[in-house]
């Protein structure tokens, strides 16, 4: 399976990047804001929505950053941030409007970013492990 390295400069482009990365987990401590780059990062451990399902094991995850850049601020929403070993999960990642950034998490968590412009790049790190499990979502 090759690496997944994506960027988006655009709503249409992050719509890309939030359907990788949906059902990723993060942990609180792999979020972080490096104000003095104006750079936002998280390490996921990514589900492989793109993997081929035709094969025996149909389901991989793999470590991934996902970096924003032209960030002027951070704003969390029920993010426990007192627990760095919490575990999230990411659900969608998309412009709320101009200049701000919304990523949502499972449990009405979120984060919010203040970019100037759009600048961000999804990479895989590392090689995929294979999971018996596929993130699945009730019906409304």
């Known amino acids: 399976m090759d690496r997944l390295k994506l960027s988006a400069l655009d709503a249409d482009d992050l719509s890309v ?6 059902d990723s987990l993060v942990a609180v401590r792999d ?3 490096f104000a003095g ?3 936002f990062v998280l390490l996921l451990n990514r589900f492989c ?6 094969v025996e094991t149909a389901y991989w995850r793999t470590h991934s ?3 924003f850049n032209a960030v002027r601020a951070v ?4 993010i426990p941030l007192q627990e760095p070993d919490r575990v999230l999960e990411l659900l ?3 412009l709320d409007k101009p200049g701000l950034v919304v990523l949502r998490f499972a449990a009405d968590r979120a984060i919010r970013l203040e970019i100037d412009r759009l600048a961000c790049h999804l990479g895989d790190v ?3 492990w294979p999971t018996p499990w596929k993130p699945a979502h009730p019906a409304d």
Request: aromatic share 6%.
């Open 37 to 39: 780059e104006n750079r």
């Open 49 to 54: 929505w793109e993997a081929d399902a035709t």
């Open 31 to 33: 979020c972080a804001f």
């Open 126 to 128: 590392g090689e995929p």
């Open 17 to 22: 990047i939030s359907a990788a990365v949906q």
């Open 92 to 94: 969608t990642v998309g």
């Open 65 to 67: 950053a996902l970096v």
């Open 75 to 78: 704003h969390h929403h029920r």
